[in-house]
Every structure is written in C-alpha cells, then in structure tokens.
C-alpha cells in the first residue's frame, strides 16, 4: 500500500469569493447562531420535561455522585440531554464555531462556544466520563446499552469537536475534557480482563480517535479505534451478551429486513462485509473509519472491504443526487438498485458520511471517482439540506415531491443535520487539496488561496473559478522559489472537454485516475488556465431503477438539476422531455441567490377528450420547462418537484 | 319513469356452441364439483376445529333447543360454519348447480344438491331461522352484530339458491326453506314496536328478497327490501346502537379510510350518496339492488343516487379490464384515479357485483354503456379469476405482476369467488337479452338459441357468433308467424365501424343509444348478419392515473390483452411498444385453449454499457410483443405479466 495523501489542513486554506464563500458566510453568521438557538431552546423544553418528571413523582434516576454537577446544570439552560444524542449536537455544533473562529473573529460566538466548553467542564466526572443523557436521565445504565444509547457516538462528537477547537484556537479547554474523556474509554474498552469487549451501536467514535490521534499522536486512541474497528460484528454479538447481562429480552427490531444488527453495521465483522447494509450514516461514518485505519496499518484486508462497500454502494444504491439510503424505515439501505424518488431518505447525513468515506478513500488512491462523489454529494444531497436563509433543513431529500416536503426550522425529533450541515461547510477549506511527495493535488475547485509544503517548498496557490456555474478556473502557482513538482488538477466526470493553457500556452496534461497531472519546474506566477466545458448533461438511470424508467434528469458541472412548480405550474408529470440537446441555458441573478436555469423543450400531455380511458393519444402542446439547481429547490411558495422527468420517446 | 325491460328468462336461453359454451361445460363439470369437494373439505376442517375447541374446554356456545339438529350435523361432514359466510358459499354453490342442472341432468350432482339441502332442513329451526355459523358457535348472537356477522348476507345467498333451485327443478325443498326464513325475517325487522330497525353489514339480501318476491310475489318481501334500503346509513347509525347493546366498545376499523361504516355502505342514507366508496362487492350488491327497488317503486330519487354512483365509478374508480376496488386494505375503493397495477386488488366477486349493478340500469334504460360494461367485466376481470382447467381460481385480479401472483386451488381464507363465479357463469344464458313491449334487445353475443314472448309472439331467435375472437354474428328470427317489432342489437363500443346485412342486403338501422334499432315485419327466418369491425385499439388512461402514465393497454373486441413472460420473456418493462398500429392477430389453436394473440412492433430496452447512470440513451433493439386476452394469464409456467405496457414516443 503506498502512503497517504495529506489534506491541506483547513487553516491553510482560505475561500476568497464566490459560490463556497457565500455559503460560508451563511452558515457563519446566520445558521451557527439560528442553531445555537435552536438547541438552546430545545435544552429548555429537555429541562422542563425533567422538571414535571420529577414533579410528577415519575422515576428518574440520579447519580449519586454527580449532584454537584447537576445541581449546576439544573441552573443552566443548556446542559440537558433529553435526547440520546443530544451531545453529539453539541458537539457538532462546537465543532463547526470552532471551524468558523479559525478564519474569522466574532465575539459573540467565542462567547457562546467558552459558555458550552464551560458547563461540559462542570458536567464532566472525576473519572472522566461525561454525558449529559446518561448522566441526568439513567446513571445506572453508563455502558450498559452500547447498543442503543448512542454514549460512544456522542463522546466522538465531542472529541472531533475539541479538535478543530484546539486547531482553531490554539485552546486546549476542549480537547483536554476529551483527552480525559478518551483515556477513561481505553480504560473501560479492551480485549483486557475487566475491559468491555463492547463498541457502540451508532459508529462516529473510530473516525473521531484518529482524528484525535493525530493531534495527540497518543497511541492509546488508535489502538482503541482499531480495537472497535475489529471487534465489530464478532460472534457471539456483543449487543446480544449486553443485553442478557441487562436482563432486557424484549425483541430487538422485529421484522427489520436483513439481520437487525446490520441496522447498526454488526451483523458481521467488518473484514467479511461485501455488501453497504443498514442504516446509512452508521455505514459511512464507520467506512471512513476504516479506510482511514486500513491506510495507517497498512491493512490491505480492511481496505478491500472499503472497496467492496464503495463498489456497491455506487453500482446499486446511490441517488444520481449523491444520496444513498433509500428508506426511512431504517434511514438506510435496502435492496440493489431501489432508489425511489418521492420517498426517498436521502439523510442530509447520510450524504456527509459518504462525502468523509470518499475523502478518506482519495487519501489513499488519487482517483476522481472519489473525489467526483464528494463534489456531486456537497452540490446536490448535502447543499439542499440547508435553505437559502441558512435557517431551515431538509432532513430527508427526496428527488420528487407533491408539494408537501419542506424544509422546518428544526428537526426536533433529531436535529442531527443543522450542526453537521454547519460542521461540513465551515471545513470544507480543508478539502480542497493533498499533498504527497512532489504532488499538489486539487479536487475541489473553489475561490481560494492555498498554502502547502511540497516536499520541503513552500507553495501557495490561488484558485480562481466560475463553478458550479462556468467551467473556467485559473490556478495561479507560487512556490517560494522555483520548483520542481506535480500539479494534479481532477478532471471532473461532468466535463467531456477540457482545455488548459499555462501562461497563455496549450499544455497538455498527462492524465492518470482522472486527475491531470502537470510535472515541470514551476515559477513563481505561473498561471494554469483550465477550461471545463459544462454541457447540460441529459441523464438516464439504468434499467433497474424501477423508478426512473421513462425518465431522464439533467445536470450540468457539479449540480443536478430539477423541475419545480414555481416555475412550470402544477402537474409535472404532463411534461415530456426532448432529450435531444435542444437546451437553453442563463444565469439569471435574481432567482435563487444567483443560479443557472436551464430551459428544455417539452411536449405537454395535455387532457384526454373524455373519460378515464381513451383510444386517442392525449393531445401534446409543444412548450418548455425550467430546470433549476436540486439544492435550491423549496425555496420559494410550496409545489411540486421533480428531478427525474418524462422523457419524449420513450 | 319508464317500465322496466324483462330478462329473457335463462331457461328459454340455450348456448349451443362456441367460446361461452366451452367455459360453461368447464363450470358445469369439473369447477363445480372441485368446489363441492373443497367445500367439504373445508367442513370437516371446520368440524375438527369445533371438536378441538371442545375438548381444549374453551367456550363454545350450544344452542338449547338446537341440540337435536347440532348433534345431527356433528355426523354430517357439511354443516359446519366456521367461517361467518359459511352459508353464503353454501348458497351460491347451490345456486350454480341448480342453473347447471337447468340445462343438463347430472343425477351425481343432482345428489350432492339433495344432500345439501336435506342438511339445511335438518339444521332449520323451528322459527324459520337459519345460519350454522350463529347456531354452532355462538347461537347468542342471533341478530346482535348485523355489522360484522353476515348473517343477512347468508340468509340472501341461499334466498337466491332457492329461486334457482325452483325455477330450475320445480321443486319446492329449497324454496320453502327459504320462504320460511325470509317470513321469520320480515317479523323480526322493520319499522315497528319490537323489530329490529337494522340492516346487513354486507349488503346482499336486499338483491334476494327482490328475486324472492318476483318467484312469490309475496309484498312482504318487497317491504322488507325497501325497509332495509331506505333505513339503511340513518343517523343514528344502527350498528352503533347494536354495539352499545352488545356493550361492544372496541373503536371499530380505527385508522380505516373515510368514515368507517362507508366500508359497509352505511356512512349516510343511500338516497345522499354521491360517490362510491367502501367495500366494492358491498357497494355492487347494494346498488344493483337500490336500481332494482328503483324501477320496482318508480322512485327517482334512489334512481338518480345509483346514477351518481356509476358515473362516479366509470370516470374515476374502473380498471381497464373491468376490475373495480383497487385496496386491499379495505376490499374497496379509495381517491379518484388511484388505479395501482401490480397491487390492484379488483376482485372477482367485485366484477361480479359491477356485472349485476350494470345489469338493473340496462333493465330500467336501454343503453349500451351498461350492456359494454357488462360485457369488459366479463370477458377480463371476471373471467380470469377462473383457471383454463376450471380448478383454480384468482380472489384478487392484478393488472401487473413480478410472477408472483397464481391462481389457487382454494381461497380457503374466503372462498366467496369460486362459486360466484360458477353461479354467474351458469346463470349466463339469463342476460343476454331482454323484452319490453315490441322490442326484444340482444345485449350479448353468443351462439344460443332464445325464445322470447314479443306482446303476445312467440320468437326465437338463433345467434351465432365469432366472438370474442371474430366479429361476424348472425342474429336469424323466427317469429311463430310473421310480426311487426323490433330487434335492438347492442353496438359494441369496441367496434368503430359495423356492417348490417339483411337477408343479405345492406340496411341502416336506427340507432339510440348505443343499440342498433331494427323495426319491421320479421318473417320466420329472416337472418341479420352483422360485422362488427375488431381492430386492435390502443388504449391510454387519463393523466391521473399514474400508474399507466406513458403506457398503453391493447384490447380487441371485448378482450383487453396483456403480455407475459412466457412469450416475451423477462423485464417486460423494457419493452416500448410501437402505438402506430403495426398490429398482427393471429387465431392460434394450441394456445391457452385458442386464443387470438396480438404480436406488436416494440423496441426493447437494452442495459445501459455500464453502471448505474448514464449520459447515453440504453441502446434499443427493435423486436416484437405477443400478447394474450387477460384472462388467460397464469395459465402456463410462473412469470410477470402486464396490462399497461410502456409506449415508444412517449
């Protein structure tokens, strides 16, 4: 196995303009404080529902030893986790104002996050663990329940937070509440005698100790993650021994499809998995993982397992949209190629997992089809969980709709995607680019300027592109001092046509992986112009794709496109597409924050004379449709949408 | 309001050859003894589940003065009702072998008819009151549940035997059975002090006390018909009354679509209904009986709610094939348009109840579009729910199915179709056609001779036909001695273009109504040939339907077709058919006992080259379709069939 590519680390990278930036700037100054609202209230309600709890005379456990610290919290309004995960929402939440602090200075945030990072100070135990739920709502069950009660999931939230809060800030307040956090897991965890040979039911924990290895380089964190890595799926199942130790026999999701552990990605040790099962952010989150372990290790057992997953993951199971996870009852995977549109789930999640699970994949193997997925999956899935004030989620999203599917202003029932919308967006600085040996490689093509080392020599570069909307982007290279190395620039999949001039000269790249690849001695100045060309792209889904048959969907650079009643009336489905080319399209200013439309032909299946059945075709009026950009859809008055339409001709 | 037209009676109806006669000899050798003995069968089941719960010591209830007849059932193997419509097969199957033994003398069924009505004698109380599922398992709730228990509905299954069996025996066993029970019924029901102000949960009775009166012309019958129709949906609503009676407080069809009683045609009086909806056998039954009592009173206003109701069904709630209902859930109707394929439900006995409805309107008004409707309902979605060996029987009637849907040798969780089905078939020769004054109307083409009462002329008529397959028919009349009047012949709404010969010269009728008006001096002999024209019509359904949108249905004649695996193969969704009209009937022998196939242009759609998505359209090869009459499917080995079939162009 060859070694792994570096990322340039988020710090390093900073957006300059356009599309990512103004999104950026969104989330900073609008949707980190709507969140934080957000939560804030909800730990009101959490509070008062204890309050008639114990009112009420009803059970609640307390801790003995944690009066102190809940006596404390009682007096705050946050530090109330009425829900299992409500730490992994704090924790992304800090996680993404962290992000957001390392580039820009805002007061009143720091205030925020310090007054958080405070009460988990107060809230944690002596011994180090430290969990709101548990430790208000049922002490007695701390490690009893990996299998349902999220614990580990929600310290590797907090964990990944105190990260990017020690890289942001330079602080270590964070990162030492999770270091403690951390060093009492790998006591508590183990293949030792008296250590639980336990691993949580919702994976997030095993990409949060790498990340916390990295920074501490304390090997205690590795060897737990691949202890959990390894452990995962052995027979006899874990959760079946926990659950026998807590007396608890009731059925275990009865009637789920497949065995109920592959919900919780158990149902077999990682190394024999073949297939993308059950719920879809467990999958991602714990794939990234352990692609990212395979790459430490050098575990070629573990990669191949990644490989196989990925493999089927995008031959049978992944919206054109980038999302995956087709159902809600088990917010996962079901059966190959069942991709419905109207109901899709498609979990804002889901689509983040799988941008990390891509991303730690490219590290290993500079090859576009990953990083093509993480473009397609931010453009699409991901983006249009978040409207376009920055204050409303799509949990679920779905490729078709009647009209009834909005975004909320919290998804209280698990506001999960707010923070990791929030997290994502604010990081994606750090996407951009890797490094290894003599090679700069770009994936991401955003408004930004750059700073690498490249085998000793400084380098920035500044990236200046028209995307998601125009194909011509400029890179303009500056070593330190003139140097040999390799610019690799990805060749996006959408492009058919690509053109590159290097200071006004046509150069022709040597292409490997899809990614272009520039070796030569570079001078400072040096000014890489690409043209992408960005034809609409007329889509169709293979046979299989019950759902999509008789239909096409369009796309254009990284976006896919949809159909929406604002702008084609009611009754979508009337509309049959030309698919021969004929497509006009214009950026237009004022619609949607600034997007391209696209115009198509159509035909419009018009009513039939009478009756329910006729022997005469409908008739058909020639017209057109406006497409727009799926992430921007549901931004205006409530209808219908459509990603995938009739298509004329069959 | 005008008199009603007269059936020509089905004993003056001889079928003397060809398509219809052929599934009648089916029937009426082999289906109805396969149904004899499952019924039987299914006793003895029922009788060993009585005598385990006996021997278990769990509560049944024993009448006290039943003794004598429940002990003498203990040592049949019939008279066992486990199920609550018990009788009501009992019924129809008696009703099916008397029409059978109409026509044909069968001493070995002639027995089994007997024996069967040797034991409803036996088991007949004192007071005329007859259900052996109320006797033998809860003789306490006699009349306490009209809602749930069917005892109404029974009593009118064996009303409706017992006609047949006098009309066609001359014998009086079953009739004054009947008589006896009808005359306990109209005490114990009606408007008066100490009756019962109720009415069946499934309609039924109100049809048999019609035709019970029209053999006795006993006005007590009649009366109670029009009490139950008229009583029937009042506020407040009976069956709530009972339950409270019954201190039955469990919420009845919770989470049930609409109001719950519109399951069992009770939400509102019948008189306010303007839509159909519910329970589609209990909507037919009611209805066909409402039109019924509608032309018996001349009451307009009953007249114009069936109107509501058929216009209702025919514009937004009939398959193609005649199949209406299309949820399982509640057995019924559900929104406008919603017309699912492959979870169609549509079931036989529903057809069954459409085909009776249709046939009191087209009693009370000589229009085609009742006699056409009969005759779709026939051909398709009747028709196939009886296998070409006569053994096997479809309940639900899909027009789409993956191949898992079969026929089975018994729907033993319900057995109401397999000898609704033979009862209908039977009973045939009873509707095609009908005399009012002057005018005798054909409204079914088979080959059979008639005999009808023209004011005061005997005229039998001879028609023979190609139909279903062919067009030619000839209609020759033989008037006892020349005579003025008028022959109506339906025109098919099949047919675009037909050919009239008299005595082989051209002539024009008159047409009204969808029928071919012939009014002249008939002389014995005179001979009409008619040609109706069979082209090949490519149906398409209004938008709303979604589940036929772009595709189309092929029908010819009455029969509405379909294509399936054992002739195209599997994936029949990739095939688009060519709808220009490039069509190729061929009569084949040796096919599912000699049908005409359809062979149709179509491309095939071909997998794309790779992966889930593509830029390039599936390549398509051009090929060709065989399609079968509906009907005839799932006769061969096991695969998928379709109705709607996607169309090239769109």
Redesign the interface.
């Known amino acids: 196995m060859e070694p792994a590519w570096q990322p340039v680390a988020r710090k390093n990278v900073t957006l300059t303009g356009g599309f990512w930036q103004r999104w950026t700037e969104l989330v900073g100054n609008t949707t980190l404080k709507h969140e934080f609202d957000q939560l804030r209230h909800q730990g009101q309600l959490d509070a008062l529902l204890l309050d008639q709890r114990l009112h009420r005379g009803l059970k609640v456990e307390r801790p003995d030893n944690a009066s102190a610290s809940l006596a404390l919290a009682t007096a705050t309004d946050w530090y109330w986790g009425g829900s299992i995960f409500w730490d992994s929402d704090t924790g992304k939440w800090l996680e993404a104002a962290s992000a957001r602090l390392e580039k820009t200075s805002d007061a009143e945030l720091t205030g925020f996050v310090e007054w958080v990072i405070e009460r988990l100070q107060q809230a944690q135990q002596p011994d180090g663990y430290l969990n709101s739920h548990i430790l208000t709502w049922r002490p007695r069950h701390r490690f009893k329940n990996l299998r349902d009660l999220h614990e580990l999931y929600c310290a590797g939230h907090l964990f990944e937070a105190a990260v990017v809060h020690f890289e942001a800030t330079g602080q270590r307040s964070l990162l030492d509440i999770a270091t403690r956090y951390a060093d009492y897991l790998a006591k508590v965890f183990g293949p030792k005698e008296g250590q639980l040979p336990g691993y949580c039911g919702h994976p997030e924990i095993e990409l949060a100790l790498l990340r916390l290895y990295r920074v501490t380089q304390q090997p205690a964190y590795l060897e737990l993650c691949r202890f959990f890595i390894n452990e995962r799926g052995k027979s006899p199942n874990y959760f079946d021994e926990e659950a026998i130790r807590r007396l608890d026999n009731r059925p275990f999701r009865p009637g789920h499809p497949g065995s109920p552990y592959a919900y919780m990605q158990a149902d077999r040790p990682i190394r024999e998995q073949s297939r993308v099962v059950g719920h879809a952010v467990r999958a991602m989150y714990l794939f990234a993982a352990v692609a990212e372990l395979a790459g430490i290790d050098h575990d070629e057992e573990l990669l191949a397992a990644c490989h196989r997953v990925w493999d089927d993951l995008?031959?049978?199971k992944?919206y054109?949209t980038g999302g995956i996870g087709s159902a809600a009852e088990n917010e996962g995977f079901t059966s190959d190629?069942d991709l419905p549109n109207e109901t899709a789930y498609a979990e804002t999640c889901a689509s983040i997992g799988l941008f990390l699970f891509a991303h730690r994949l490219l590290l290993l193997d500079l090859d576009s089809r990953y990083s093509d997925l993480i473009e397609l999956a931010l453009h699409n899935n991901i983006l249009s969980g978040l409207s376009l004030d920055g204050k409303r989620f799509f949990y679920d999203n779905p490729l078709a709709s009647r009209g009834q599917h909005h975004r909320v202003e919290w998804p209280w029932w698990c506001p999960c995607c707010p923070q990791n919308l929030a997290r994502l967006i604010l990081s994606l600085p750090g996407y951009v680019a890797s490094v290894r040996d003599t090679v700069l490689a770009v994936h991401l093509f955003f408004d930004c300027d750059l700073a690498a080392d490249i085998h000793g020599t400084p380098v920035t570069l500044r990236s200046q592109t028209q995307l998601p909307f125009e194909g011509q982007t400029v890179l303009t290279v500056n070593p330190k001092q003139p140097a040999h190395f390799t610019l690799a620039v990805r060749i996006p999949a959408w492009s058919e046509n690509q053109q590159y001039r290097l200071n006004g000269a046509g150069i022709e790249p040597d292409v490997r992986k899809g990614y272009a690849h520039f070796e030569r001695d570079w001078q400072p100045g040096d000014e890489l112009t690409i043209n992408f060309d960005l034809p609409v792209?007329?889509?169709?889904?293979?046979?299989e794709?019950?759902s999509d048959?008789?239909r096409v969907a369009l796309s254009r650079g990284p976006l896919v496109y949809c159909v929406e009643s604002s702008d084609n009336g009611p009754?979508l489905?009337?509309y049959?597409l030309d698919?021969s080319g004929n497509y006009q399209v214009s950026f237009e200013r004022d619609v949607l924050g600034g997007v391209n439309v696209i115009r198509a032909t159509v035909?419009r299946?018009e009513?039939?004379a009478e009756?329910?059945?006729?022997?005469?075709?409908?008739p058909?009026k020639p017209g057109q449709v406006t497409a727009i950009p799926y992430y921007a859809w549901d931004n205006r008055e409530p209808g219908q949408m459509q990603v995938w339409v009739?298509?004329?001709?069959?």
């Open positions: 995008n031959q049978t992944l054109i190629y792209r007329t889509i169709r889904a293979r046979y794709v019950e048959r008789g009754e489905d009337r049959l698919a035909f299946e009513q039939l009756g329910l059945y006729s022997t005469e075709p409908p058909r009739r298509v004329a001709g069959g």
